[in-house]
């Protein structure tokens, strides 16, 4: 994998494979403590959330608070599921776009920084999910949404896109060059 | 050339799973007990199935939820419903669940009237949950009560419009629209069945 033909593939550097196991352990560890904790977890949101009525703007009515605790419930299990989802496949993004990075960029800075747009944009994007859901029972689902959005889901996954923006036009340019 | 043709189709493929990622799941609102069982006796009567109807009625949060509100509802409306299905009349039964469902939509319209008198700058979206519960309530039995009052049904709609559109226009309620509209609401759902 690491020889000197042009047409060899190279491996990303050891600390960038584990982080992406890491993060792949981390999606694994959050879908069974998901499933197992289910109830718990919907019981801990439940009580944060009648703790802070006005947050959630509840009305003390139950025929309405009753949807509106379902509704902040149902999401703070999709934001879990959704960390679980997009941990799993940023992982193997990861590991699949510095494999590229690593290979086709010759410039050894072009290379650390792809390396570092790749990396760290695809396990900070996921981590807003998991951010999103802790927030919600104490922040409502629009605050804790907007605060995920700000501090991870637009710099880490602007951090992707650009990564991959990038690598692709390096792409673009080498196969133009043949 | 292979290897950079390999590489532009995966990131076809991250890109496409990147730019849909951004999602954060649909909400679809479920039915609670109370409609959860009502649906369960109004489907077994539409079969004609009243010994299920009358079991699901008996255990059900339906019975016991008409038990514990009996004080803002018309005199023996439990017991009427009940003998209905023993009696396996169907109408006296839709009726019964009817009455029962008008008068949970009219004590929230109320509540919402009080809840906005009381706090006369609260959000928009205090009196958009009201609506919304007070719809899902209407909902249930709104064919029966066309079928019964068509006025009161067409009155219904109208009015109900009128408080979503009032809701809407603004972040904070505007109280001098909204809180006759829900006053409306009540009443016209007290008109339409024998309530208290």
Redesign the interface.
Known sequence: MTGTNE?V?HLPPRAVLLAAILLLLAAEVGGASMGRYKLELARWARAEMQARPAVH?L?G?R??D???L??AI??VD??L??FHM?AE?MAL?II??TT?AV??ARRAATRRALLLLLTLGGIG?PLGYLL?SVLIPTLGIERG?ALAERLL?LPF?GA??LG?AW??AL??V??AR? | ?????L??M??AV??A??AG?????V?A??D?AITTNFRDVKFSVQAGKFDVALRRFDEGPLRTEMRARAASLPAGLEARTRAALEARDAAGVEHGLMTFFLA?ARD?AR?ADH?LAAAPSA?A??AQ??L??IW??YNLVDFAVSQRHPSTSTAMRLAYDEADSAVRAAPAVDTTRLRPTFRRIAEILSRAAPLQ
Not at chain 2, 21 to 25: E, I, Q
Request: hydrophobic share 45%; glycine share 8%; charged share 20%.
């Open positions: 047409e593939w703007g009305v009515v025929d309405v009753e949807r509106i379902d509704e149902f999401r999709a934001g599921r959704l997009h496949g993004v699949a776009t590229v290979t086709l994007y999103w949404k889901w996954g992707t896109i991959l690598l692709s792409i673009a080498r196969m043949r | 050339m292979m290897r950079a043709t590489s532009v995966l990131l991250v890109g799973t990147q990622a951004h999602h954060t799941g909400y609102p479920k609670n949970l929230l509540e809840q959000p979206a205090t949950r009201f919304e519960a899902r309530y």
